[in-house]
């Protein structure tokens, strides 16, 4: 929280991190995402993440049943939801425990105090209560009786205690409101739409907000409100996405402009499970989807309705991945397009479902059996979950073979602010269909540029046809055990893959072209990375980012980057993934890497330190 | 009924018609050649446009069958064909879509897609090639292998307890259930015709002999010898008999099925079960289709043919329904729905 200028009692703010914490049933969620809105609204460039507890229903009160919503907003742009906070909300003992430790050294703590009593306290894991005991001295502590003051400022009402003592959260979003200027009115016709068969909890919910926000105004405790203005942005239609939802569109769009219905085969796993129920809201737009038994079946089914012409996609997470390995041979060796999404989460096995890691590049790029290359793509925001997992369909269209998009759990719970497109603007896709009754048409006759072979779908005159797993010659597509066949087909697969680095962007570098140290990343930590690099060099350091959204084929100037600068480091939320295939396609450089595998995002903190060792070093 | 949907040839098609270039590379005298004869037969008798079949397969010496005939076909991976085959028409409902797979592929790899493909009712036709043996593998007992024979890797006999398919499918909820020898061309075809005309998920079993790996393993029913006497082919509305002259039926006596003589005993015409392929209640279907020797003769023909609705056409229901009731009808309505703002 840089502090800009302080006149009278308002603080001007580039960026603030803000973090609601409560018991599960506070409605943390909910009034988080409203005070982002309202920020976005006013203009602010923001980023998301909520932080849901594990268990279902964990017992009240207790740390396992904390859930949070953290929002990271600012009049700059906005690359991450933030690592340590400036303004804590606090509903209960046990959110205030779990979290104190995300609060920066001088945060503001707004906690409802009427919820620190002796059961709660202790079910937190406290001795003695800590409002009282000294333990938060140095923060910026603001006691209030949200429940208790809730439940007063819904008296005249004839509601249920239950539903009264359910409001306090709108109290809180009151006082946020004050706090930061912001105008509830948006919020307000919100609560109307959303309770609209119940004009009593409108009433109450608007009456709470109402007097949290005449609350703070009134008490003395308030020092300072906090302003922050409104980010340059391009002009335009916004939205906030969710990752997986900017993933799940992006597929809906590549269906509509390719003409290809979608079909969905997928069976739930955390973090992907939300891109296959939001698929399953879609049908007015063709969106076939079927929940498989297992993610074999999903997989399958997609080559099937692929087989039959449809754009076909399977979504799932490292576990599924694992279990998707011999049908995704299957596509290789059919040339049939695919998208798979991988939501990657901390593995091996179960490992922590939640918790996100970028440890499946190695399984997308070699989890098969034989000699079995695909594309390989991976977002890098929520928000361009959308254009990647658009290009992923693109791509697997028009080059007849499968295609892993990556994403992970930060990403796919994350949100942020989301440029709307036209569908008619973004690029054009076309399959190589075959045409009916061709009479050259053969199974796998190719493009001579792209070596893509054609897609000749069932019902067409004249294209009937048999593919399958068996090697098969080229052209005509036989059966074959031909050991120089089999061979030259090796080649191709491999080579028409290659050759789709010819169709995607150079890649790019933030910052200098050259320098002393190039930071590489690919995928999730883009937000991270650019927030340490960007920091460094407005301090005047010599270095830049290249940030890898397409990981096979490698975009063609690859090495032309690397080369550019006197030392490379590869950071990554595994155990060195990709520097270990940047070794393998690059051997020409020297990489060190930095890595993390905690499931936790890296801190902006711990790469600047990295990053100036590193530089000291030169 | 067979399905209006799907575009019909406007000339009469020929078996020849539905023969592909490869050469058939299935073990002389192996079941599947007789099976490929069936469906070569069936398919011009439905009369759909050859371009509007899709023959889906998994792994096995029957997984072959696709690319034999003359159609659209994909040869999967072991156990997947149900999945695959599922994928085609869900997606593609304009295809007649057919499913080649052997006992391994459907009931031990592929045992889980089986029952959710039957379950799910998808309007597709699988064909299983029984031949209680894994073939291609070179001759492992399978999840139908009888209890206590001798295969490469049960060397004292196998102490599983097989599968009896018909149980498996009415378990899994199945709406139709056909069994066929693959010595008897004739009701082979017609029982294919049958398992085309139903809605929904049609599994017809055909005792398949493998020569190589397990010869004459159906023999007991199957043989020139045995038919008469262990065959019973059933006939929708006609009571169920068998023999030589038809002098054998099965009656139910309280809880259990009898196989008894008509006229001895007391027993007449009248005690004799009549076959209702179309009945809903799948308890007396389970009941014969689970029956065995040399007690019972085994069942041929339609056992089962229930109606019931299909997923396939449900996904179309759904489809239309929100196409005309959704204020979502392109992707940019959707991009510009619920919170959004001008900068
Ligand atoms: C994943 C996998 N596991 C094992 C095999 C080996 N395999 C091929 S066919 C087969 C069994 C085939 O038996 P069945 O399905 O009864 O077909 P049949 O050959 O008897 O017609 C096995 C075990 C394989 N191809 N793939
Ligand atoms: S091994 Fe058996 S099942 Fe396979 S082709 Fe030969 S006879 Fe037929
Ligand atoms: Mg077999």
New binding site residues.
């Given amino acids: 929280m840089s502090i800009k200028e302080s006149k009278k009692n308002i603080l001007e703010l580039e960026d603030v991190v803000v973090k609601f914490v409560g018991d599960s049933g506070d409605g943390m969620q909910l009034t988080g995402s409203l005070f982002s809105d309202s920020a976005a609204l006013a203009g602010n460039d923001l980023a998301t993440f909520p932080d849901f507890p594990a268990e279902i229903r964990a017992p009240q009160n207790t740390v396992a049943g904390v859930s949070g919503f953290q929002v990271h907003l600012g009049q700059r742009k906005i690359y991450t939801s933030g690592d340590m906070c400036d303004v804590l909300v606090v509903m209960n003992p046990a959110s205030l425990r779990s979290n104190i430790k995300w609060a920066k050294k001088d945060a503001t703590i707004i906690v409802d105090e009427s919820a620190f009593e002796g059961k709660a306290i202790e079910k937190a894991g406290y001795t003695t209560n800590p409002l009282d005991d000294g333990s938060l001295v140095g923060y910026n502590l603001i006691k209030a009786p949200i429940s208790l003051l809730t439940k007063e400022s819904l008296s005249g009402l004839a509601i249920e205690k239950k539903m009264a003592e359910k409001t306090k959260n709108m109290f809180v979003l009151g006082i946020m409101y004050f706090l930061f200027h912001r105008e509830p009115d948006r919020t307000i016709s919100f609560l109307k739409k959303k309770f609209k068969a119940k004009p009593e909890v409108i009433e109450a919910n608007i009456i709470a907000l109402k007097a949290g926000f005449n609350y703070a105004e009134t008490i003395e405790a308030m020092v300072s409100t906090i302003k922050v203005g409104a980010a340059p942005m391009e002009k335009g239609r916004y939205r906030s996405i969710k990752g997986n939802i900017a993933t799940a569109w992006g597929l809906l769009a590549a269906s509509e402009r390719s003409g290809r219905p979608l079909f969905l085969g997928s069976y739930p796993i955390t973090p992907a499970t939300e891109i296959l129920m939001e698929l399953a809201k879609h049908k007015s737009l063709g969106a076939k989807v079927m929940q498989a038994e297992d993610e074999i079946a999903g997989i399958c089914s997609a080559i099937g309705a692929s087989f039959a012409g449809s754009l076909a996609v399977t979504t799932t997470s490292g576990p599924g991945l694992s279990l998707k390995s011999?049908a995704l041979g299957l596509a290789v060796i059919t040339e049939l397009p695919l998208v798979v999404v991988n939501v990657q989460r901390a593995g091996p096995s179960t490992g922590m479902p939640t918790k996100s890691e970028q440890s499946d590049l190695m399984q997308a790029l070699f989890g098969r059996n034989g000699e079995a290359p695909l594309l390989v793509i991976a977002a890098s925001s929520p928000a361009n979950c959308f254009h990647y997992a658009y290009m992923a369909a693109k791509l697997s269209l028009e080059h007849m073979t499968p295609v892993i998009l990556l994403t992970d759990g930060n990403m796919a719970f994350g949100s942020e602010l989301f440029k709307i497109p036209k569908v008619a603007d973004l690029p054009s896709i076309k399959p190589p269909l075959a045409k009916e009754n061709d009479p050259d048409f053969k199974p796998y006759r190719r493009d001579q540029v792209t070596l893509a072979r054609q897609w000749a779908i069932p019902g067409s005159e004249g294209l009937r046809h048999r593919i399958g797993g068996l090697e098969k010659t080229n052209i005509d597509g036989n059966v074959s055990t031909d050991p120089l066949n089999h061979e030259l087909m090796v080649n191709i697969r491999e080579d028409k893959v290659m050759r789709i680095a010819n169709y995607i962007p150079e890649q790019k570098v933030y910052g200098e072209e050259s320098g002393n140290l190039l930071v590489v990343g690919w995928g999730g930590t883009e937000g991270m990375l650019k927030s340490a690099v960007g920091h460094m060099q407005e301090k005047g350091y010599k270095i830049s980012l290249a940030l890898f959204n397409y990981i096979m084929p490698l975009p063609v100037n690859a090495a032309d980057v690397f080369s550019r600068f006197k030392k490379i480091v590869v950071c990554e939320l595994n155990k060195g993934q990709f520097v270990k295939y940047l070794r393998m396609t690059h051997p020409e450089f020297k990489y060190q890497q930095y890595n993390k595998v905690q499931g936790l995002p890296f801190h902006v903190s711990e790469l600047t330190q990295v990053f100036t060792n590193l530089l000291e070093e030169i | 009924m067979l399905d209006k949907s799907i575009e019909k040839s406007p000339i009469q098609l020929s078996k020849e018609d539905f023969a592909s270039d490869q050469m058939v590379k299935w073990c002389p005298g192996c079941g599947g050649h007789a099976i490929l004869a069936a469906v070569e037969n069936v398919f011009p008798r439905i009369g759909y446009k050859k371009e509007n079949f899709t023959i889906v397969s998994g792994?096995?010496?029957?997984?072959r069958f696709p690319y034999y005939v003359d159609t659209f076909g994909f040869h999967g991976?072991?156990g997947r064909a149900a999945a695959i085959g599922s994928g085609v028409k869900i997606a593609n409902p304009g295809q007649s879509v057919w499913i080649a797979t052997?006992?391994?592929?459907s009931m031990a790899?592929g045992g889980n897609h089986f029952i959710h493909i039957i379950r799910r009712n998808i309007d597709v036709n699988i064909l299983l090639?029984n031949?209680q043996?894994?073939?291609?593998?070179k001759g492992q007992y399978?999840p139908t292998t009888p209890m206590g024979q001798v295969t490469k890797t049960s060397p004292q006999g196998t102490i599983e307890h097989p599968f009896v398919t018909a149980g498996l499918v009415m378990g899994a909820q199945g709406t139709f259930f056909a069994r066929i020898p693959d010595n008897n061309l004739k009701l082979m075809t017609d029982v294919l015709y049958e398992a085309a005309k139903h809605d929904g998920t049609s599994v017809v079993e055909i005792l398949e002999n493998?020569v190589i790996f397990n010869d004459k393993a159906h023999a007991f029913y199957t043989s020139k010898e045995n038919r008469d006497e262990h065959q019973l082919i059933l006939k929708h509305g006609e009571p169920m008999v068998f023999g030589k002259n038809k002098e054998m039926g099965i009656m139910l006596k309280e809880t259990r099925l009898l196989a008894v003589k008509i006229g001895e005993g007391g027993v007449t015409e009248k005690d004799i079960l009549v076959h209702d392929q179309y009945n809903p209640d799948p308890g007396i279907h389970r009941m014969v289709g689970r029956m065995t020797g040399p007690d019972y003769p085994v069942v041929f023909g339609v056992i089962r043919s229930a109606k019931s609705f299909t997923y396939d056409d449900k996904v179309e229901e759904q489809i239309d329904y929100a196409k005309q009731n959704s204020k979502i009808q392109t992707v940019d309505d959707l991009l510009n729905s619920g919170e959004t703002w001008e900068i």
Avoid: P
């Fill in positions: 011999e | 792994i096995g010496c029957s997984s991976i072991h052997g006992d391994g592929d790899i090639f031949n043996i894994y073939g291609l593998t399978s493998c």
